[in-house]
Protein backbone atom coordinates (compact mmCIF):
# COMPACT_ATOMS: atom_id res chain seq x y z
CA UNK A 1 0.00 0.00 0.00
CA UNK A 2 2.91 2.22 0.46
CA UNK A 3 4.49 2.33 -3.02
CA UNK A 4 1.66 3.58 -5.01
CA UNK A 5 1.64 6.40 -2.62
CA UNK A 6 5.40 6.91 -2.84
CA UNK A 7 4.74 6.71 -7.13
CA UNK A 8 1.63 9.58 -6.14
CA UNK A 9 3.59 12.08 -4.54
CA UNK A 10 6.79 11.60 -7.03
CA UNK A 11 4.36 12.16 -9.85
CA UNK A 12 2.75 15.28 -8.28
CA UNK A 13 6.26 16.68 -7.96
CA UNK A 14 6.98 16.38 -11.25
CA UNK A 15 3.94 18.23 -12.44
CA UNK A 16 4.25 20.92 -10.29
CA UNK A 17 8.01 21.52 -11.28
CA UNK A 18 6.71 21.62 -14.74
CA UNK A 19 3.80 23.80 -14.06
CA UNK A 20 6.33 26.32 -12.52
CA UNK A 21 8.35 26.39 -15.49
CA UNK A 22 5.69 26.92 -17.48
CA UNK A 23 4.97 30.06 -15.32
CA UNK A 24 9.00 31.48 -15.67
CA UNK A 25 8.94 31.20 -19.26
CA UNK A 26 5.56 33.11 -19.27
CA UNK A 27 7.17 35.64 -17.12
CA UNK A 28 10.11 35.60 -19.16
CA UNK A 29 8.31 36.06 -22.46
CA UNK A 30 6.12 39.32 -20.92
CA UNK A 31 9.24 40.78 -19.45
CA UNK A 32 10.81 40.27 -23.15
CA UNK A 33 7.12 42.31 -24.47
CA UNK A 34 7.49 45.31 -22.50
CA UNK A 35 9.00 48.34 -24.28
CA UNK A 36 12.09 50.02 -23.29
CA UNK A 37 11.41 52.79 -21.24
CA UNK A 38 12.08 56.25 -23.11
CA UNK A 39 14.85 58.88 -22.49
CA UNK A 40 13.03 61.32 -24.76
CA UNK A 41 10.58 63.78 -24.17
CA UNK A 42 7.85 62.85 -21.83
CA UNK A 43 5.42 65.40 -24.00
CA UNK A 44 6.46 62.97 -27.21
CA UNK A 45 4.42 60.04 -25.39
CA UNK A 46 1.32 58.76 -26.67
CA UNK A 47 -1.44 61.00 -27.34
CA UNK A 48 -3.95 61.39 -24.95
CA UNK A 49 -6.64 59.55 -26.77
CA UNK A 50 -4.13 56.64 -27.38
CA UNK A 51 -4.77 55.00 -24.02
CA UNK A 52 -7.44 57.19 -21.78
CA UNK A 53 -6.67 57.01 -18.55
CA UNK A 54 -10.92 55.49 -17.86
CA UNK A 55 -10.73 52.70 -20.42
CA UNK A 56 -11.12 49.38 -18.77
CA UNK A 57 -10.51 46.34 -20.58
CA UNK A 58 -12.65 43.28 -21.07
CA UNK A 59 -11.88 40.35 -18.52
CA UNK A 60 -11.42 37.18 -19.96
CA UNK A 61 -10.36 34.16 -17.54
CA UNK A 62 -9.31 31.89 -20.31
CA UNK A 63 -7.33 34.09 -22.54
CA UNK A 64 -3.92 34.58 -22.37
CA UNK A 65 -2.59 38.08 -21.08
CA UNK A 66 -1.42 40.45 -24.19
CA UNK A 67 2.13 41.77 -24.29
CA UNK A 68 0.57 45.40 -24.03
CA UNK A 69 -0.77 44.79 -20.96
CA UNK A 70 2.73 46.12 -19.16
CA UNK A 71 2.89 48.68 -21.35
CA UNK A 72 -0.78 50.30 -20.97
CA UNK A 73 -0.33 50.08 -17.52
CA UNK A 74 2.66 52.02 -17.41
CA UNK A 75 1.58 54.47 -19.66
CA UNK A 76 -1.39 54.76 -16.82
CA UNK A 77 0.80 55.48 -14.01
CA UNK A 78 3.26 57.95 -16.13
CA UNK A 79 -0.40 59.92 -16.98
CA UNK A 80 -1.27 59.56 -13.37
CA UNK A 81 1.47 61.22 -12.15
CA UNK A 82 1.56 63.62 -14.98
CA UNK A 83 4.74 63.12 -16.59
CA UNK A 84 7.91 60.52 -16.59
CA UNK A 85 10.07 60.09 -13.20
CA UNK A 86 12.91 62.05 -14.95
CA UNK A 87 10.79 64.77 -15.77
CA UNK A 88 10.11 65.32 -12.16
CA UNK A 89 13.40 65.23 -11.11
CA UNK A 90 14.33 67.59 -13.38
CA UNK A 91 12.12 69.77 -12.19
CA UNK A 92 12.72 69.39 -8.50
CA UNK A 93 16.32 69.24 -9.24
CA UNK A 94 16.12 73.01 -11.33
CA UNK A 95 13.61 74.46 -8.75
CA UNK A 96 15.75 73.43 -5.79
CA UNK A 97 18.89 74.44 -7.59
CA UNK A 98 17.58 78.17 -8.07
CA UNK A 99 16.74 78.08 -4.57
CA UNK A 100 19.50 76.53 -2.81
CA UNK A 101 21.76 79.58 -4.77
CA UNK A 102 19.17 82.10 -4.03
CA UNK A 103 19.43 81.48 -0.53
CA UNK A 104 23.38 81.51 -0.99
CA UNK A 105 23.54 84.63 -2.30
CA UNK A 106 21.53 86.23 -0.05
CA UNK A 107 23.92 84.63 2.40
CA UNK A 108 26.82 86.31 0.88
CA UNK A 109 25.20 89.81 1.03
CA UNK A 110 24.37 89.50 4.50
CA UNK A 111 27.86 88.90 5.41
CA UNK A 112 28.72 91.94 2.64
CA UNK A 113 30.84 89.43 0.59
CA UNK A 114 29.08 90.76 -2.81
CA UNK A 115 29.11 93.84 -3.87
CA UNK A 116 25.86 95.24 -6.46
CA UNK A 117 28.16 94.56 -9.25
CA UNK A 118 29.25 91.30 -8.41
CA UNK A 119 25.55 90.10 -7.46
CA UNK A 120 24.36 91.13 -10.92
CA UNK A 121 27.41 89.70 -12.62
CA UNK A 122 26.63 86.35 -10.36
CA UNK A 123 22.85 86.46 -12.15
CA UNK A 124 24.08 86.96 -15.12
CA UNK A 125 26.76 83.81 -15.19
CA UNK A 126 24.38 81.85 -13.42
CA UNK A 127 21.55 82.06 -16.76
CA UNK A 128 24.76 81.87 -18.67
CA UNK A 129 25.69 78.15 -17.84
CA UNK A 130 21.56 77.27 -17.56
CA UNK A 131 21.65 78.33 -21.18
CA UNK A 132 25.16 76.51 -22.25
CA UNK A 133 23.85 73.37 -19.91
CA UNK A 134 20.30 73.05 -21.73
CA UNK A 135 21.94 73.71 -25.47
CA UNK A 136 24.47 71.16 -24.94
CA UNK A 137 21.42 68.90 -23.53
CA UNK A 138 19.39 69.68 -26.11
CA UNK A 139 19.92 66.50 -28.88
CA UNK A 140 19.85 63.72 -25.73
CA UNK A 141 17.85 64.99 -23.15
CA UNK A 142 15.10 67.10 -24.54
CA UNK A 143 13.22 67.69 -21.20
CA UNK A 144 16.47 67.93 -18.96
CA UNK A 145 17.73 70.82 -22.12
CA UNK A 146 13.90 72.76 -21.39
CA UNK A 147 13.95 72.94 -17.51
CA UNK A 148 17.31 74.04 -17.74
CA UNK A 149 16.57 76.81 -20.22
CA UNK A 150 13.62 77.72 -18.89
CA UNK A 151 15.78 78.50 -15.82
CA UNK A 152 17.97 80.36 -17.76
CA UNK A 153 15.53 82.65 -18.64
CA UNK A 154 13.99 83.23 -15.00
CA UNK A 155 17.63 84.08 -14.51
CA UNK A 156 17.78 86.97 -16.59
CA UNK A 157 14.86 88.47 -16.44
CA UNK A 158 15.74 88.09 -12.56
CA UNK A 159 19.14 89.80 -13.05
CA UNK A 160 17.98 92.59 -15.24
CA UNK A 161 15.28 93.47 -13.00
CA UNK A 162 17.82 93.79 -10.16
CA UNK A 163 19.89 95.66 -11.86
CA UNK A 164 17.57 98.17 -12.70
CA UNK A 165 15.26 98.40 -9.90
CA UNK A 166 17.38 97.13 -6.89
CA UNK A 167 20.58 98.35 -7.47
CA UNK A 168 20.06 101.33 -10.10
CA UNK A 169 23.61 99.75 -11.86
CA UNK A 170 21.06 100.32 -15.50
CA UNK A 171 18.83 103.01 -16.58
CA UNK A 172 15.10 102.15 -17.64
CA UNK A 173 15.78 101.91 -21.39
CA UNK A 174 18.74 99.65 -20.95
CA UNK A 175 16.82 97.69 -18.77
CA UNK A 176 13.77 97.30 -20.53
CA UNK A 177 15.46 96.42 -23.91
CA UNK A 178 17.42 93.78 -21.90
CA UNK A 179 14.54 91.86 -20.90
CA UNK A 180 12.81 92.49 -24.77
CA UNK A 181 15.66 90.39 -25.40
CA UNK A 182 15.18 87.59 -23.48
CA UNK A 183 11.92 87.54 -23.95
CA UNK A 184 12.81 87.07 -27.61
CA UNK A 185 15.54 84.73 -27.09
CA UNK A 186 13.09 81.96 -24.97
CA UNK A 187 10.59 82.73 -27.63
CA UNK A 188 13.46 81.71 -30.26
CA UNK A 189 14.55 78.66 -27.77
CA UNK A 190 10.81 77.30 -27.64
CA UNK A 191 10.74 77.59 -31.51
CA UNK A 192 13.73 75.76 -31.69
CA UNK A 193 13.80 73.07 -28.87
CA UNK A 194 9.40 72.55 -29.47
CA UNK A 195 8.96 73.63 -25.82
CA UNK A 196 5.40 74.73 -24.97
CA UNK A 197 6.24 75.80 -21.29
CA UNK A 198 9.44 77.37 -22.49
CA UNK A 199 6.97 79.73 -24.42
CA UNK A 200 4.73 80.64 -21.90
CA UNK A 201 7.55 81.64 -19.62
CA UNK A 202 8.33 83.84 -22.14
CA UNK A 203 4.83 84.89 -22.17
CA UNK A 204 5.09 85.82 -18.86
CA UNK A 205 8.59 87.09 -18.47
CA UNK A 206 7.40 89.68 -21.31
CA UNK A 207 3.98 91.14 -19.94
CA UNK A 208 5.13 91.41 -16.55
CA UNK A 209 8.42 93.52 -18.01
CA UNK A 210 6.90 96.87 -18.31
CA UNK A 211 5.31 96.79 -14.68
CA UNK A 212 7.88 95.35 -12.90
CA UNK A 213 10.46 97.71 -14.47
CA UNK A 214 8.36 100.77 -13.00
CA UNK A 215 8.91 103.34 -16.05
CA UNK A 216 6.83 106.07 -14.43
CA UNK A 217 7.21 108.87 -17.29
CA UNK A 218 4.64 110.56 -19.42
CA UNK A 219 4.81 108.95 -22.81
CA UNK A 220 4.46 105.30 -20.91
CA UNK A 221 0.93 104.34 -21.87
CA UNK A 222 1.26 104.60 -25.52
CA UNK A 223 4.83 102.58 -25.04
CA UNK A 224 3.39 99.83 -23.43
CA UNK A 225 0.37 99.43 -25.13
CA UNK A 226 2.96 99.47 -28.51
CA UNK A 227 4.95 96.87 -26.89
CA UNK A 228 1.94 94.53 -25.52
CA UNK A 229 0.49 94.81 -29.21
CA UNK A 230 4.16 93.36 -30.58
CA UNK A 231 4.65 90.69 -28.03
CA UNK A 232 1.04 89.70 -28.36
CA UNK A 233 1.56 89.54 -32.30
CA UNK A 234 5.04 87.37 -31.82
CA UNK A 235 2.93 85.27 -29.41
CA UNK A 236 -0.39 84.40 -31.56
CA UNK A 237 2.47 84.22 -34.99
CA UNK A 238 4.00 80.69 -32.40
CA UNK A 239 0.67 79.65 -31.93
CA UNK A 240 -0.12 79.62 -35.25
CA UNK A 241 3.04 77.99 -36.70
CA UNK A 242 3.15 75.16 -33.46
CA UNK A 243 -0.78 75.36 -31.93
CA UNK A 244 0.38 75.44 -28.31
CA UNK A 245 -2.87 75.68 -26.35
CA UNK A 246 -1.24 76.79 -23.51
CA UNK A 247 0.67 79.81 -25.13
CA UNK A 248 -2.09 80.85 -26.44
CA UNK A 249 -4.66 80.98 -23.36
CA UNK A 250 -1.39 82.80 -21.61
CA UNK A 251 -1.33 85.02 -24.03
CA UNK A 252 -4.53 86.10 -23.84
CA UNK A 253 -5.29 86.16 -19.99
CA UNK A 254 -2.07 88.53 -19.64
CA UNK A 255 -2.86 90.71 -22.78
CA UNK A 256 -5.87 91.59 -21.75
CA UNK A 257 -5.37 91.95 -18.30
CA UNK A 258 -2.70 94.38 -19.28
CA UNK A 259 -5.22 96.31 -21.38
CA UNK A 260 -8.12 96.14 -19.10
CA UNK A 261 -5.31 97.65 -16.18
CA UNK A 262 -4.78 100.33 -18.74
CA UNK A 263 -8.28 101.27 -20.04
CA UNK A 264 -9.21 101.89 -16.16
CA UNK A 265 -6.41 103.78 -15.44
CA UNK A 266 -6.56 105.66 -18.73
CA UNK A 267 -10.88 106.06 -18.40
CA UNK A 268 -10.37 107.03 -14.67
CA UNK A 269 -6.98 109.07 -14.60
CA UNK A 270 -4.58 109.98 -17.73
CA UNK A 271 -7.33 110.43 -19.48
CA UNK A 272 -5.59 112.15 -22.53
CA UNK A 273 -7.06 112.05 -25.94
CA UNK A 274 -3.66 110.56 -27.22
CA UNK A 275 -3.48 107.96 -24.33
CA UNK A 276 -7.48 106.83 -25.41
CA UNK A 277 -6.55 106.07 -28.81
CA UNK A 278 -3.73 104.60 -28.22
CA UNK A 279 -5.31 102.15 -26.02
CA UNK A 280 -8.30 101.45 -28.10
CA UNK A 281 -5.59 100.68 -30.76
CA UNK A 282 -4.04 97.91 -28.65
CA UNK A 283 -8.06 97.20 -27.78
CA UNK A 284 -8.88 96.22 -31.44
CA UNK A 285 -5.54 94.41 -32.36
CA UNK A 286 -5.91 92.63 -29.39
CA UNK A 287 -9.43 91.40 -30.33
CA UNK A 288 -8.56 90.97 -34.42
CA UNK A 289 -5.63 88.88 -33.06
CA UNK A 290 -6.86 86.71 -30.17
CA UNK A 291 -9.99 85.78 -31.81
CA UNK A 292 -8.80 85.63 -35.26
CA UNK A 293 -5.82 83.55 -35.18
CA UNK A 294 -7.60 80.45 -33.58
CA UNK A 295 -9.89 80.48 -36.64
CA UNK A 296 -7.52 80.90 -39.41
CA UNK A 297 -5.27 77.88 -37.94
CA UNK A 298 -8.67 76.08 -37.63
CA UNK A 299 -9.34 77.02 -41.72
CA UNK A 300 -5.48 76.07 -42.49
CA UNK A 301 -5.74 72.85 -40.51
CA UNK A 302 -9.11 71.75 -42.66
CA UNK A 303 -7.15 72.40 -46.01
CA UNK A 304 -4.19 70.74 -44.96
CA UNK A 305 -4.14 68.33 -41.62
CA UNK A 306 -0.17 67.48 -42.16
CA UNK A 307 0.96 70.82 -42.32
CA UNK A 308 -1.19 72.05 -39.46
CA UNK A 309 -1.32 69.43 -37.27
CA UNK A 310 -3.27 69.27 -33.83
CA UNK A 311 -0.59 69.41 -31.09
CA UNK A 312 -0.33 66.98 -28.27
CA UNK A 313 -1.84 67.95 -24.81
CA UNK A 314 0.45 69.34 -22.11
CA UNK A 315 1.76 66.64 -19.50
CA UNK A 316 0.01 67.68 -16.44
CA UNK A 317 -3.00 66.07 -16.12
CA UNK A 318 -5.31 68.88 -14.28
CA UNK A 319 -4.25 70.93 -17.24
CA UNK A 320 -5.96 68.32 -20.11
CA UNK A 321 -9.82 69.14 -19.66
CA UNK A 322 -9.00 72.38 -19.55
CA UNK A 323 -7.19 72.86 -23.15
CA UNK A 324 -9.05 69.88 -24.84
CA UNK A 325 -11.34 71.88 -26.30
CA UNK A 326 -10.06 74.17 -28.85
CA UNK A 327 -10.47 78.28 -28.48
CA UNK A 328 -14.06 78.60 -29.32
CA UNK A 329 -15.85 80.14 -26.82
CA UNK A 330 -12.81 80.76 -24.80
CA UNK A 331 -11.30 83.28 -27.19
CA UNK A 332 -13.46 83.77 -30.12
CA UNK A 333 -16.26 84.36 -28.07
CA UNK A 334 -14.57 86.52 -24.95
CA UNK A 335 -12.60 89.26 -26.79
CA UNK A 336 -15.29 90.95 -29.34
CA UNK A 337 -17.12 91.37 -25.90
CA UNK A 338 -14.00 92.09 -23.79
CA UNK A 339 -13.44 94.34 -26.29
CA UNK A 340 -16.81 96.28 -26.46
CA UNK A 341 -16.95 96.21 -23.07
CA UNK A 342 -13.65 97.84 -22.78
CA UNK A 343 -14.15 100.36 -25.47
CA UNK A 344 -17.47 101.51 -23.86
CA UNK A 345 -15.46 101.90 -20.87
CA UNK A 346 -12.98 104.39 -22.32
CA UNK A 347 -15.70 106.23 -24.24
CA UNK A 348 -17.52 106.45 -21.56
CA UNK A 349 -19.01 110.00 -22.53
CA UNK A 350 -19.94 109.14 -26.24
CA UNK A 351 -23.64 108.45 -26.89
CA UNK A 352 -25.69 105.04 -26.11
CA UNK A 353 -26.65 105.51 -29.79
CA UNK A 354 -23.17 105.10 -31.50
CA UNK A 355 -22.43 102.05 -28.50
CA UNK A 356 -25.88 101.00 -30.03
CA UNK A 357 -25.28 100.86 -33.49
CA UNK A 358 -21.83 99.56 -33.29
CA UNK A 359 -23.43 96.66 -31.61
CA UNK A 360 -25.46 95.81 -33.89
CA UNK A 361 -22.92 96.29 -37.04
CA UNK A 362 -20.82 93.66 -34.81
CA UNK A 363 -24.10 91.84 -34.67
CA UNK A 364 -24.18 91.89 -38.65
CA UNK A 365 -19.98 90.89 -39.16
CA UNK A 366 -20.37 88.46 -36.57
CA UNK A 367 -23.81 86.83 -38.39
CA UNK A 368 -21.68 86.73 -41.82
CA UNK A 369 -19.46 84.75 -40.14
CA UNK A 370 -21.44 82.43 -38.87
CA UNK A 371 -22.72 81.28 -41.74
CA UNK A 372 -19.43 81.44 -43.74
CA UNK A 373 -18.21 79.62 -41.36
CA UNK A 374 -21.09 76.81 -41.58
CA UNK A 375 -20.64 76.23 -44.93
CA UNK A 376 -17.16 75.70 -44.56
CA UNK A 377 -18.11 72.91 -42.09
CA UNK A 378 -15.86 74.36 -38.94
CA UNK A 379 -18.89 74.56 -36.47
CA UNK A 380 -17.56 75.02 -33.41
CA UNK A 381 -15.94 78.29 -34.27
CA UNK A 382 -19.54 78.71 -36.33
CA UNK A 383 -21.06 78.35 -33.12
CA UNK A 384 -18.79 80.25 -31.07
CA UNK A 385 -19.65 83.44 -33.86
CA UNK A 386 -23.47 82.98 -33.36
CA UNK A 387 -23.29 83.55 -29.72
CA UNK A 388 -21.59 86.92 -29.94
CA UNK A 389 -23.67 87.89 -32.48
CA UNK A 390 -26.67 87.42 -30.42
CA UNK A 391 -24.58 88.58 -27.50
CA UNK A 392 -23.91 91.71 -29.61
CA UNK A 393 -27.09 92.20 -31.15
CA UNK A 394 -28.88 92.04 -27.00
CA UNK A 395 -25.99 95.09 -26.13
CA UNK A 396 -27.09 96.72 -28.90
CA UNK A 397 -30.91 96.92 -28.29
CA UNK A 398 -30.06 97.82 -25.39
CA UNK A 399 -28.34 100.80 -25.92
CA UNK A 400 -30.75 102.04 -28.47
CA UNK A 401 -34.20 101.08 -26.83
CA UNK A 402 -35.72 100.88 -23.21
CA UNK A 403 -38.68 99.75 -21.43
CA UNK A 404 -41.63 98.05 -23.32
CA UNK A 405 -39.67 98.63 -26.96
CA UNK A 406 -36.43 96.41 -25.32
CA UNK A 407 -38.68 93.71 -24.31
CA UNK A 408 -40.31 93.20 -27.65
CA UNK A 409 -36.87 93.37 -29.31
CA UNK A 410 -35.69 90.83 -27.21
CA UNK A 411 -38.43 88.74 -27.97
CA UNK A 412 -38.04 89.31 -31.68
CA UNK A 413 -35.07 88.03 -31.56
CA UNK A 414 -35.32 85.24 -29.54
CA UNK A 415 -37.88 84.20 -32.10
CA UNK A 416 -35.46 84.42 -34.79
CA UNK A 417 -32.82 82.58 -33.29
CA UNK A 418 -35.04 79.77 -33.37
CA UNK A 419 -36.17 80.39 -36.41
CA UNK A 420 -32.33 80.15 -37.69
CA UNK A 421 -31.87 76.63 -35.34
CA UNK A 422 -34.44 74.82 -37.18
CA UNK A 423 -33.50 76.08 -40.66
CA UNK A 424 -29.75 75.37 -39.52
CA UNK A 425 -30.30 72.53 -37.60
CA UNK A 426 -28.08 74.66 -35.09
CA UNK A 427 -28.29 73.82 -31.74
CA UNK A 428 -26.26 76.59 -29.98
CA UNK A 429 -29.02 79.22 -31.75
CA UNK A 430 -31.62 77.17 -30.18
CA UNK A 431 -29.81 77.32 -26.54
CA UNK A 432 -29.10 81.19 -27.32
CA UNK A 433 -33.14 81.80 -27.98
CA UNK A 434 -33.76 79.90 -24.74
CA UNK A 435 -31.47 82.33 -22.65
CA UNK A 436 -33.08 84.85 -24.50
CA UNK A 437 -36.72 84.11 -23.86
CA UNK A 438 -35.62 83.67 -19.96
CA UNK A 439 -33.89 87.59 -19.98
CA UNK A 440 -37.55 88.25 -21.19
CA UNK A 441 -39.26 86.34 -18.99
CA UNK A 442 -37.16 87.65 -15.86
CA UNK A 443 -37.29 91.30 -17.13
CA UNK A 444 -41.51 91.20 -17.48
CA UNK A 445 -41.27 89.39 -13.60
CA UNK A 446 -39.61 92.25 -12.66
CA UNK A 447 -41.72 94.76 -13.75
CA UNK A 448 -45.04 93.39 -13.14
CA UNK A 449 -47.62 95.70 -10.97
CA UNK A 450 -50.48 96.73 -11.48
CA UNK A 451 -51.88 99.60 -13.67
CA UNK A 452 -51.98 102.59 -11.83
CA UNK A 453 -55.09 104.89 -11.83
CA UNK A 454 -55.65 107.13 -14.33
CA UNK A 455 -53.79 104.58 -17.53
CA UNK A 456 -56.79 102.89 -20.14
CA UNK A 457 -56.06 99.09 -19.35
CA UNK A 458 -54.59 97.58 -22.80
CA UNK A 459 -54.48 100.96 -24.88
CA UNK A 460 -50.96 101.59 -23.56
CA UNK A 461 -47.11 100.75 -25.13
CA UNK A 462 -46.83 98.69 -21.70
CA UNK A 463 -49.76 96.37 -22.07
CA UNK A 464 -49.79 95.94 -25.83
CA UNK A 465 -45.86 95.78 -26.26
CA UNK A 466 -46.20 92.80 -23.27
CA UNK A 467 -48.80 91.02 -25.29
CA UNK A 468 -46.53 91.20 -28.45
CA UNK A 469 -44.01 89.52 -26.53
CA UNK A 470 -46.73 87.00 -25.47
CA UNK A 471 -47.57 86.27 -29.16
CA UNK A 472 -43.56 86.03 -29.63
CA UNK A 473 -42.85 83.55 -27.44
CA UNK A 474 -45.67 81.39 -28.39
CA UNK A 475 -44.26 81.46 -31.94
CA UNK A 476 -41.26 80.30 -30.74
CA UNK A 477 -42.96 77.66 -29.12
CA UNK A 478 -43.99 76.07 -32.44
CA UNK A 479 -40.20 75.57 -33.45
CA UNK A 480 -38.97 74.17 -30.57
CA UNK A 481 -38.71 70.68 -31.70
CA UNK A 482 -38.48 68.82 -28.09
CA UNK A 483 -42.40 68.57 -27.56
CA UNK A 484 -41.17 69.45 -23.50
CA UNK A 485 -39.54 72.36 -24.53
CA UNK A 486 -42.77 73.07 -26.56
CA UNK A 487 -45.23 72.53 -23.87
CA UNK A 488 -42.93 74.53 -21.43
CA UNK A 489 -42.93 77.55 -23.45
CA UNK A 490 -46.43 77.48 -23.93
CA UNK A 491 -46.90 77.20 -20.00
CA UNK A 492 -45.24 80.47 -19.74
CA UNK A 493 -47.22 82.03 -22.53
CA UNK A 494 -50.18 81.04 -20.63
CA UNK A 495 -48.86 81.94 -17.32
CA UNK A 496 -48.23 85.40 -18.77
CA UNK A 497 -51.45 85.66 -19.80
CA UNK A 498 -53.11 85.35 -17.23
CA UNK A 499 -50.53 88.10 -15.12
CA UNK A 500 -51.41 90.50 -17.67
CA UNK A 501 -55.19 90.46 -17.13
CA UNK A 502 -54.70 90.54 -13.51
CA UNK A 503 -52.09 93.53 -14.05
CA UNK A 504 -54.65 95.50 -16.61
CA UNK A 505 -57.76 95.00 -15.15
CA UNK A 506 -57.61 94.67 -11.20
CA UNK A 507 -57.87 98.18 -11.04
CA UNK A 508 -61.24 99.17 -12.47
CA UNK A 509 -64.30 98.65 -10.25
CA UNK A 510 -65.11 95.31 -9.77
CA UNK A 511 -61.71 94.87 -11.30
CA UNK A 512 -61.45 91.25 -9.28
CA UNK A 513 -64.87 90.33 -11.53
CA UNK A 514 -63.12 90.57 -14.68
CA UNK A 515 -59.78 89.29 -13.91
CA UNK A 516 -61.83 85.83 -12.73
CA UNK A 517 -64.22 86.50 -15.75
CA UNK A 518 -61.32 86.21 -18.05
CA UNK A 519 -59.81 83.39 -16.06
CA UNK A 520 -62.42 81.53 -16.48
CA UNK A 521 -63.25 81.60 -19.87
CA UNK A 522 -59.32 80.93 -20.69
CA UNK A 523 -60.08 77.43 -18.73
CA UNK A 524 -63.03 77.19 -20.47
CA UNK A 525 -61.44 77.73 -23.99
CA UNK A 526 -58.01 75.31 -22.99
CA UNK A 527 -61.45 72.83 -21.42
CA UNK A 528 -62.57 72.24 -25.08
CA UNK A 529 -59.64 72.58 -26.96
CA UNK A 530 -58.47 69.06 -24.56
CA UNK A 531 -62.12 67.86 -25.42
CA UNK A 532 -60.91 68.42 -29.45
CA UNK A 533 -57.21 67.64 -29.44
CA UNK A 534 -55.12 64.82 -28.71
CA UNK A 535 -51.75 67.28 -27.17
CA UNK A 536 -50.62 65.89 -23.08
CA UNK A 537 -49.96 68.95 -22.36
CA UNK A 538 -53.27 70.61 -22.99
CA UNK A 539 -54.78 68.98 -19.81
CA UNK A 540 -52.54 69.82 -17.45
CA UNK A 541 -52.93 73.61 -18.91
CA UNK A 542 -57.00 73.59 -18.64
CA UNK A 543 -57.25 71.80 -14.80
CA UNK A 544 -54.51 74.14 -14.00
CA UNK A 545 -56.10 77.53 -14.77
CA UNK A 546 -59.19 75.81 -13.65
CA UNK A 547 -57.53 75.12 -10.02
CA UNK A 548 -56.43 78.91 -10.14
CA UNK A 549 -59.86 80.56 -11.33
CA UNK A 550 -61.49 78.47 -8.32
CA UNK A 551 -59.43 79.14 -5.47
CA UNK A 552 -59.35 82.92 -6.61
CA UNK A 553 -63.20 82.72 -6.63
CA UNK A 554 -62.98 81.14 -3.07
CA UNK A 555 -60.01 83.16 -1.48
CA UNK A 556 -60.38 86.44 -3.27
CA UNK A 557 -63.50 87.24 -5.06
CA UNK A 558 -65.78 86.31 -1.76
CA UNK A 559 -64.26 89.06 0.09
CA UNK A 560 -63.88 91.71 -2.28
CA UNK A 561 -66.99 91.51 -4.89
CA UNK A 562 -70.22 92.35 -4.65
CA UNK A 563 -72.81 90.28 -4.34
CA UNK A 564 -74.16 90.30 -7.21
CA UNK A 565 -70.97 90.16 -8.93
CA UNK A 566 -70.28 86.98 -6.92
CA UNK A 567 -73.82 85.86 -8.08
CA UNK A 568 -73.02 85.59 -11.60
CA UNK A 569 -69.85 84.40 -11.56
CA UNK A 570 -70.29 81.43 -9.18
CA UNK A 571 -73.26 80.43 -11.11
CA UNK A 572 -72.45 81.08 -14.54
CA UNK A 573 -69.23 79.31 -14.68
CA UNK A 574 -70.81 76.73 -12.37
CA UNK A 575 -73.72 76.05 -15.16
CA UNK A 576 -71.13 75.77 -17.65
CA UNK A 577 -68.53 73.47 -16.81
CA UNK A 578 -71.57 71.28 -15.63
CA UNK A 579 -72.70 71.65 -18.95
CA UNK A 580 -69.78 70.62 -20.80
CA UNK A 581 -69.13 67.45 -18.09
CA UNK A 582 -72.39 66.73 -19.51
CA UNK A 583 -71.85 66.76 -23.17
CA UNK A 584 -68.02 65.89 -23.36
CA UNK A 585 -67.89 63.12 -20.52
CA UNK A 586 -64.43 62.03 -20.52
CA UNK A 587 -62.93 63.80 -23.37
CA UNK A 588 -59.98 64.91 -21.51
CA UNK A 589 -59.59 62.20 -19.64
CA UNK A 590 -58.66 59.17 -23.05
CA UNK A 591 -55.79 57.94 -23.70
CA UNK A 592 -54.24 60.84 -25.65
CA UNK A 593 -51.02 58.73 -27.15
CA UNK A 594 -48.98 60.55 -29.36
CA UNK A 595 -48.27 64.36 -28.53
CA UNK A 596 -49.34 66.51 -31.40
CA UNK A 597 -48.15 69.93 -30.01
Given at each position: MEEPTDESLEQRVERLEAAVADLRATVRRLREALPQPSTGDPGDAN??????????????SAAEPSPSTGASLRNRIETAVAGSPEAWLNRIGIALLLFGLAFLFQYSIDRGWLGPVVRVAFGAGLGSVL???????????????????????????????????LYQLIPHPAAFGGMTAVTVGTFVLAVREDGAALAVIGALGGLGTPFVLQPGTEGSIPGLIGYTVLLLGGMVLIYLYRGWRTLL?????????????????????????????????????????????????????????????????????????????????????????????????????????????????????????????????????????????????????TELLDGSTLLVAWGVEALALHAAARRLDAPVLRWTGHAFVVLVAGVWADQVEVLQQGVRPVLHSAGLSELVVLGLVGAASWLVPSAAGSRLYRGLVLLGWLVWNWQEFAVLADGDAYVSAVWGLTALALLLATARTRSTGLPYAAF??????????????????????????????????????????????????????
Open positions: PPDANPPDAVAPRDLWGGLRAADERQALSQVLLGGSSASFYTTVFAAHQYTSAAGGWLVLLVTVAQVAFGEGTVRNQWAVQGGVVAAWLMLGGVPVVRALLRQKSPDRWPQPDLPEVRWLRPLLRTPPAFALVGASPLLAYTASRILWSGSSDALWGGIALAGMTGYGVAYVSLTRRSVFRYASAHAVVAAVLGAVGLGTLALFVGKLFLVDLARLSALSRVLLFVGFGAVFLGISYLLPGSWLRDTGKDER
